[in-house]
């Protein structure tokens, strides 16, 4: 185990109690997560609970998004560990996955019955809409993050489009557009940021 | 549908699941089109129907997307059992394909996530470091943007026209941002709307 640094994790800050504490967060998080679960992480982790900035959670997640697995997984595992170590890491991805795994077991044996039904249909689909307005919400509410990078704010959001219009309207490959866009964006602040 | 799982067809799906936890960046749901090779045109082991209601479940049900990976091995171990209606057994083999699909995506990518994050963090203070992760940022509010305008589009398509699901997608949105309603209320709005066929 290793000591939480106090930078990271300064007293006076909201930060989780125990690893119980972790795992209840995580399941109850990821139990709100109709479609994916990030919507929720940014509202929970940073304007709920508050163990995160919007900062942290930015940068947080872009390690996430480039290592290999799933994102919200790797996210709370990073955020486990970094309160608890191993046992954290271990706590907030048991939280993640326990209990909806239950839940998806049995919606799995359920679905076999419900298949043909145009309301059962109609619900995934309304819900699926909703789904899709939250995570775009989810990355409009972290622009004004972006004001404090190092690129300057009009670069910034020259790159939000950039990829925007790759990825949702070209349909290009993630990994191509993470390599070059994210790139050019890393060697670019690597020229602005001090020593 | 009813297969013959062998203990080496057991090994190399997992194998094969671990591969592709290395491979899966920005998330499972990339690894997708390979998964649908391997599963059903090469091994068979899954219908298609199986396969893309696995996928279709996962979205709609509360949890990480990844859980899909879950009910592809769920239903491969049903399948060696003889199907759902065939009993304990089967339950029984659905839970080994789940165990063993869910392990095989989950532990690689966790355990470099793991070593590499600490890694990041002991040296956080490098310029390095601090490049990629500020560099980054700007790609990620990109990609959240992407991410739910895809999510969106994904949804049309049906009988009902296109604009009702766009408004409610960009209501949705503009809810979250401007308010803290919580997000289920939302979600239910959306379920509530499409069951009456009004989206």
């Known amino acids: 185990m290793h000591p939480a640094p106090p930078d990271t994790a300064p007293s006076e800050r909201p930060q989780p109690r125990s690893t119980g504490d972790l795992f209840t967060s995580f399941t109850w998080l990821a139990l709100q997560g109709f479609g994916g679960v990030l919507a929720v992480v940014q509202r929970e982790m940073v304007e709920k609970k508050r163990w995160l900035t919007a900062d942290e959670f930015l940068e947080d997640w872009a390690v996430a998004q480039v290592l290999p697995g799933p994102n919200v997984i790797n996210l709370a595992l990073m955020i486990g560990d970094r309160y608890f170590g191993l046992r954290g890491a271990i706590a907030a991805v048991a939280g993640m996955l326990t209990v909806p795994l239950v839940v998806i077991l049995a919606l799995a044996v359920l679905y076999a019955q419900f298949a043909g039904n145009p309301q059962v249909a109609g619900a995934l689909r309304g819900m699926g809409a909703v789904a899709g307005g939250l995570i775009a919400a989810t990355g409009i509410k972290l622009i004004p993050a972006l004001r404090r990078h190092p690129l300057g704010f009009g670069i910034c959001l020259g790159f939000v489009a950039i990829v925007f219009g790759a990825i949702a309207v070209a349909r290009l490959p993630l990994g191509w557009v993470l390599l070059v866009v994210g790139g050019v964006t890393c060697f670019w602040t690597w020229k602005k940021i001090p020593a | ?199």
Do not use: C
């Not at chain 2, 049906?158 to 604009?163: C, E, I, K, R, S």
């Open chain 2, 1 to 199: 549908m009813t297969i013959a799982m062998h203990w080496h067809d057991w090994l190399a799906l997992f194998a094969q699941y671990m591969m592709l936890s290395l491979l899966s960046i920005s998330g499972a749901i990339t690894t997708v089109p390979d998964m649908h090779r391997y599963l059903v045109d090469q091994h068979g082991w899954l219908t298609n129907a199986q396969f893309s209601s696995s996928v279709a479940i996962a979205q709609a049900a509360p949890g990480p997307n990844v859980l899909f990976v879950a009910l592809m091995g769920w239903n491969v171990g049903l399948n060696a059992g003889g199907g759902i209606g065939a009993g304990p057994q089967a339950w029984l083999l659905g839970l080994l394909g789940l165990a063993i699909t869910m392990v095989g995506i989950m532990l690689p990518s966790t355990t470099l996530t793991y070593v590499a994050t600490r890694w990041g963090h002991r040296n956080r203070t490098r310029r390095e470091v601090r490049a990629f992760k500020q560099g980054l940022a700007p790609v990620v509010v990109g990609l959240l943007i992407a991410t739910g305008w895809v999510l969106a589009l994904g949804n049309h398509g049906g009988d009902t026209p296109a604009w009702h699901l766009w408004l409610l997608t960009i209501a949705a949105a503009f809810i979250v941002w401007r308010t803290r309603i919580h997000l289920l209320w939302l979600l239910g709005a959306g379920a509530l709307l499409g069951a009456l066929g009004l989206v």
